[in-house]
């Protein structure tokens, strides 16, 4: 057993690695920088965690996904490996501290955000870290070629500079060939060793059915195929409503989006995963950290903005390897739509600058300040106060966020706040009857001394800790005194948060970033071009077109896609149509038209049959344009 292979069952208990991950591995070992481009749950992560641990000092992952550096981090937490995670909304010192720990502490990773590493002094202190390998994770945001292009990665070669012995291990689930060449030239690897697992899989058909009843098509797929299954959509309101409706009609269906809260979010999850749930309609923030081998029919019911995508959320159907289904459902108002809905509604400089402008005075942001500060924030409010149309918002937020001048994660959150409504003798009184929830509330008062004159937002976390009571506790204790008219209580919910990782400079960041404004909207526009020629091309595999997306061909068709199978229909009602024609002349001669008219196939295909036969020499033309049998 490799030194490897007993990290990998020391840590993760498995005995095997899967596909490449062990030639990465050795790739980076040996000094490499590499490349690694591996679908969607095909253990990238291990790629990098487990030769870290193999040698000592710390290894630098960057990666732009929040949520996916927590899961990750504590996951690693979990085996009992140090590992900490450098994100927006973290005060200087603090950070200080961390880093402190990194150098000194033994830790073995260190997760930081692209964002982070624009900042001179954090760089400073990173380069001391006795690094041992850097991976960047979702590598194709280093290339504007790519589909998720953001600035901030172009400075991870930096990072090169400082440690120019160090492996670099770059990986990414996505990427064109221009994309892989781009990311080698801007993050400067030399001798790049590439790994790269093919696209194909061969037993996923794609699928792509127009009609105009779509609801009525899932339906019938679900009928034939009960396992369990994931219906994407494209906004939140769809996930709720289309959920209902298969519970209505007797499947049994759960939800989930980027506004559910952690534990909605969990259980929602769980139910499908048990199986409870066979279905779960979902928008694409469903995906990470997925792996369930046996879901039969991943279906697109609106259309995707991009392949990358598409083939990613596809890509979740049959793991096991058994025969499974990746189907896109469309209507024909889609696609004359499909401008309307994603070309329209990208922001131009001058939107650019409305939002950004709206955003800091929402948030009371002065000019020259803002950065570092960590806001709750609700799209629909926002929008509304400023009367903002809001899609074009969130994509405005979205180009701010991948820009680096915002980071916005979609998570939900409960916010508190609370006002003294009775005299503090009173509240005396009140701990002296309830002596239980007396800490609790002898901290509120000492820690917010306003509490009595003002609605005060309350910091659940730091009560729960210096009082020594979980927040539940505080919760309880807080909505008990709502009840008894102790305090006035009022709570926010909100599914994003907004850091600032800049100071407010209006003209100055928005003439520096909007240059890349319109780069990225022709990138959209191209994008969702790609999408319309998968779903309208009926001349090729749609396999194929999709290997072709990715720069690999392939000499023979799939076999189980829509094409395909289309194609060996047609082959099949052919020899039909010719046995009709043959039995029809054996009585007495016909024109095309009568012929037309009598089997009701399509005039094309009687034209190309009746060719056909009279080169078999088995039937003849006569002068009266009538066919007869030889
Ligand atoms: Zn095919």
């Known amino acids: 057993m490799s030194q490897a292979q007993k990290i990998l069952k020391q840590y993760w208990n498995y005995d095997a690695f899967r596909n490449l991950q ?66 927006g909304g973290i005060h200087n010192d603090e950070i200080i501290n961390l880093l402190d720990n990194c150098q000194f502490g033994n830790y073995k990773f260190l997760y930081i955000s ?6 001179d002094w954090i760089l400073e202190r990173i380069k001391n870290l006795p690094v041992n390998l850097i991976a960047i994770d979702e590598a194709h945001c280093v290339s504007q070629w790519g589909h998720d292009f953001r600035p901030a990665y172009l400075k991870i070669s930096v990072l090169k500079d400082f440690f120019p012995k160090i492996p670099f291990l770059a990986l990414t689930a996505t990427a064109t060939d221009k994309v892989q060449e781009d990311i080698i030239h801007q993050l400067n690897f030399k001798n790049t060793k590439i790994f790269k ?29 009960p396992q369990p299954s994931i219906v994407y959509v494209t906004n939140r309101k769809s996930c709720v409503d289309i959920s209902n409706q298969l519970n209505s009609l007797g499947y049994t269906a759960t939800y989930y989006h980027g506004g559910l809260s952690i534990s909605d979010k969990e259980n929602h999850m769980n ?32 259309l995707p903005n991009n392949i990358e ?24 108002s889609d696609i004359i739509h499909a401008e309307t809905q994603f070309i329209t509604v990208l922001p131009d400089k001058s939107f650019l600058n409305l939002v950004y402008k709206k955003l800091n005075n929402y948030f009371q942001i002065a000019y020259g300040e803002g950065i570092d500060e960590q806001f709750q924030f609700n799209l629909n409010q926002f929008c509304q106060k400023y009367g903002l149309p809001a899609l074009r918002t969130f994509n405005t937020l979205q180009f701010l966020d991948r820009q680096g001048v915002i980071s916005l994660s979609q998570e939900f959150n409960e916010s508190i706040s609370a006002q003294f409504i009775i005299s503090s003798k009173e509240i005396l009184r009140y701990c002296s009857l309830n002596p239980n929830d007396e800490p609790i509330i002898t901290n509120i008062l000492r820690t917010y001394p306003g509490i009595y004159e003002l609605i005060t937002p309350l910091n659940l976390a730091l009560i729960s800790k210096k009082s020594g009571a979980t927040e539940d506790q505080v919760n309880k204790v807080l909505k008990k005194m709502k009840d008894r008219d102790v305090i006035e209580l009022i709570i926010r919910t909100n599914d994003s948060l907004i850091t600032f990782n800049e100071i407010r400079e209006d003209e100055l960041t928005i003439n520096r970033i909007s240059k890349h ?35 690999e061909t392939t000499d ?44 009701r196939f399509a005039k094309d295909d009687v034209i190309f049959v009746l060719q056909e036969l009279l080169e078999e020499d088995k039937i003849t033309i006569n002068t009266n344009n009538t066919y007869s049998l030889l």
């Not at 189980?560 to 020899?575: L, P, R």
Request: include cysteine; hydrophobic fraction near 35%; charged fraction near 25%.
């Open 114 to 119: 692209p964002e982070r590493l624009q900042t």
């Open 517 to 551: 404004l319109e780069n990225q909207n022709k990138q959209k526009t191209e994008q969702l071009q790609a999408v319309l020629n998968y779903i309208q091309n009926e001349t090729q595999c749609k396999s194929r077109l999709l290997l072709n997306y990715f720069g």
């Open 309 to 332: 995508n598409y083939y990613q959320e596809a890509g979740r159907a049959g793991r096991n390897g058994e025969k499974s289904f990746a189907v896109i459902i469309t209507n024909p």
């Open 271 to 302: 139910r499908w995963m048990n199986e409870d749930a066979k279905i779960i309609v979902a928008t694409n923030a469903f995906g990470m950290g997925i792996d369930k081998p046996n879901v039969k029919t991943v279906i697109h019911l609106h």
């Open 197 to 225: 697992k093919s696209f194909a899989r061969e037993n996923v058909a794609y699928m792509v059915f127009k009609t105009e009843d779509k609801y009525h098509l899932m339906e019938q797929i679900f009928s034939k195929n």
């Open 22 to 87: 062990e030639d990465i591995i050795n790739s980076v070992l040996s000094g490499n920088d590499t490349m690694a481009l591996l679908p969607t749950g095909g253990g990238k992560s291990i790629c990098f965690q487990v030769p870290a641990l193999m040698k000592d000092g710390i290894c630098i992952v960057v990666s732009p996904l929040i949520a996916l550096m927590k899961d990750q981090v504590s996951n690693l937490q979990k085996k009992g490996i140090k590992a900490i995670a450098l994100i």
């Open 556 to 599: 023979s068709n799939c076999g189980i896609c829509s094409f395909c199978i289309n194609t060996k229909n047609k082959t099949v009602d052919k020899n039909t149509l010719k046995s009709r024609i043959i039995d029809l002349l054996k009585k007495e001669s016909y024109s095309s038209r009568d012929i037309i008219k009598i089997t």
